[in-house]
Nanobody, 121 residues
Framework: QVQLVESGGALVQAGGSLRLSCAAS????????MGWYRQAPGKQRELVAT???????NYADSVKGRFTISRDNAKNTVYLQMNSLKPEDTAVYYC???????????????WGRGTQVTVSS
């Protein structure tokens, strides 16, 4: 079973920056899409940013120009640099990976447990 471990969430003032990290466990053959979603209280989970293994990136309109996703494929790790944070960015941020395990050839979807980001006004 793949484990995704997020870190970097915190309380920050509006206008500040945070960097989230997500590392996948070692029993992975390869990862296709890897990225970040978020869920604010009372709202549905939404895409923030994803990057596939060809380097194609997709951002939510609300974070374009402020957030930057990057991957270190050798470490099975994805990062999210968040700048110019706004109170509306407050949410639990989840890491997601579509991955093949070493043991088989099935593409599966994995989620981390989430990390809280709170932006105060």
């Amino acid at each position: 079973q793949v484990q995704l471990v997020e870190s970097g969430g915190a309380l920050v003032q509006a206008g500040g920056s945070l960097r989230l990290s997500c590392a996948a466990s070692v029993n992975i053959r390869s990862i296709n899409n890897m990225g970040w979603y978020r869920q604010a209280p009372g709202k549905q989970r939404e895409l923030v940013a994803t990057e596939n293994n060809s380097g194609n990136i997709n951002y939510a309109d609300s974070v374009k120009g402020r957030f930057t996703i990057s991957r270190d494929n050798a470490k099975n790790t994805v990062y999210l640099q968040m700048n110019s944070l706004k109170p509306e960015d407050t949410a639990v941020y989840y890491c997601k990976a579509d991955a093949f395990l070493i043991s088989d050839y099935f593409l599966r979807e994995y989620w981390g447990r989430g990390t809280q980001v709170t932006v105060s006004s």
